[in-house]
């Protein structure tokens, strides 16, 4: 009987980090791409149906103040990785181009050099992730660099299936007519399938396989990025000719797809009876195409510093911790999820490194609300938007060659925007928070 006693506690403790039981959640991370703050039902939609995703709100939270990193998708994705400002990286200010194209000066140069992407080193996930004993997978889009160097295994993934540029067609999954970037793990791959659902597939896949540990899944989707082609839409004339054509209702189905396959996806969790133990998080990577996304009365949209181009959804859900049917007017932003991310797991992180603050353990400690100060710089050609949020000021800054406009807005009393409060002395205070910056982040290659 004794021995029986012991064998089955050390079963309890095999592998558990410091010889404790692990009961560590599991971390599900699912990133829309250029989804506007108004594009689900409990945001406002007022024609795209999502009930999956309004019922993970009502089982969670959902933030009212939440952050892209950046206007585009790379700077977004490249802060979340690091857990940093991605202006340190250098060259992923701008989504990256078609083919390995760098976008503005920094980025022009870096590809020359065959140097445009994400290098490992700078990543904390998943390699503290995976050093703190979590299966790591991506699945979906990376476009942190064409180069092999930068593929998502040199990061340290253990399983990575998607496309490595910026967008694809949905079917034949090429960002051009000869330009194949699907890949999984290092090696390129033709399937046959709706992007989307394929995502979802290999996302179900992974949890099946990885009951018995803890596991961190960044699901990637490429929707609702243009093109635009619904599920139906296979037999639909797509090229690089009306690549970006808008299309509202196709829009809206894409919409309504991303929820129901996060419910195939939940219902997994579910039936691997996964869910009272994961943590389950919705985001987009940046504000939505102006064309068809619906800002809910933001000014702005993909590409711009207004409320607009940056200001996204969040909703997380985790059972028992995090009080169902909870609104959350805190601000916070991408790297925000970095430091929950790690924290949740354990994880190591040198001092300094990480620039975002635990909002999970601010949702769970239910401690009140506070004011912050965060940055957004974004560069494409002779462009460049800036932005600095201070409290509820908020200044804004555009220039574009010799041009420049610069903005005021009291954020409290206008979210959408509307009305600069220039001249005013309060910004030579936030220009002067913005150049201090700018000064710190400066790339160091």
């Not at 079963?11 to 599991?26: F, H, K, S, W, Y």
């Not at 004339?237 to 196709?250: A, G, I, K, R, S």
């Not at 797991?345 to 620039?355: F, I, M, N, P, S």
Request: overall charge negative.
């Amino acid at each position: 009987m004794h021995h029986s006693i012991l064998l089955l506690v050390s079963c309890l403790l095999l592998g558990a980090p410091n010889g404790l039981a692990d009961e560590r959640p599991n971390i599900i991370f699912i990133l829309a791409d250029d989804m506007g703050y108004g594009d689900i039902g409990c945001y406002g939609h007022p024609l795209a149906k999502t009930p999956h995703l309004d019922q993970l709100a009502k089982d969670g939270v959902r933030f009212t103040q939440h952050y892209a990193n950046g206007p585009e998708c790379s700077p977004t994705r490249t802060a979340f990785l690091t857990g940093r400002y991605q202006q340190r990286v250098g060259g992923l200010e701008c989504a990256i181009g078609t083919g390995n194209v760098g976008r503005y000066d920094d980025a022009i140069r870096l590809a020359g050099q065959r140097d445009l992407g994400l290098p490992a080193d700078r990543s904390v996930i998943p390699g503290k992730l995976q050093e703190a004993g979590y299966a790591c997978a991506l699945f979906g889009k990376w476009h942190l660099g064409y180069e092999p160097k930068f593929n998502p295994m040199q990061h340290g993934w253990d399983e990575f299936f998607g496309y490595t540029g910026g967008n694809v067609h949905y079917f034949n999954h090429r960002e051009t007519s000869d330009l194949h970037v699907l890949f999984r793990g290092r090696l390129p791959v033709h399937r046959d399938g709706y992007m989307t659902h394929l995502i979802t597939d290999d996302s179900i896949e992974f949890i099946n396989r990885h009951k018995q540990k803890p596991f961190f899944l960044y699901v990637a989707h490429e929707c609702p990025h243009f093109p635009y082609q619904g599920p139906s839409d296979k037999d639909k004339l797509v090229n690089e000719d009306n690549w970006m054509e808008p299309d509202q209702n196709t829009y809206v189905a894409m919409l309504e797809d991303l929820d129901a396959e996060l419910g195939r996806l939940l219902e997994a969790v579910d039936a691997a009876g996964l869910a009272d133990n994961t943590v389950v998080v919705f985001a987009s990577d940046n504000g939505g195409f102006g064309p068809v996304a619906h800002m809910a009365g933001l000014r702005g949209a993909k590409g711009t510093t207004f409320e607009g181009g940056i200001r996204v959804p969040l909703i997380i859900r985790w059972p028992g911790h995090i009080e169902a049917g909870t609104t959350s007017d805190q601000v916070c932003a991408t790297f925000d999820l970095t430091r929950s991310f790690l924290a949740l797991a354990g994880a190591t992180v040198a001092d300094g490194r990480l620039e975002g603050d635990d909002i999970l353990q601010h949702i769970t400690s239910g401690t009140a609300d506070y004011s912050r100060t965060m940055f957004w710089r974004g560069k494409r050609g002779k462009r460049v938007w800036s932005a600095v949020r201070h409290g509820d000021a908020k200044y804004v800054r555009q220039v574009d060659g010799e041009k420049a406009e610069e903005f005021l807005f009291d954020l409290s009393k206008d979210r959408n925007e509307q009305a600069s409060l220039l001249p005013n002395k309060d910004a030579i205070q936030l220009k002067q928070l913005l150049r201090n910056w700018e000064a710190e982040v400066r790339p160091t290659r």
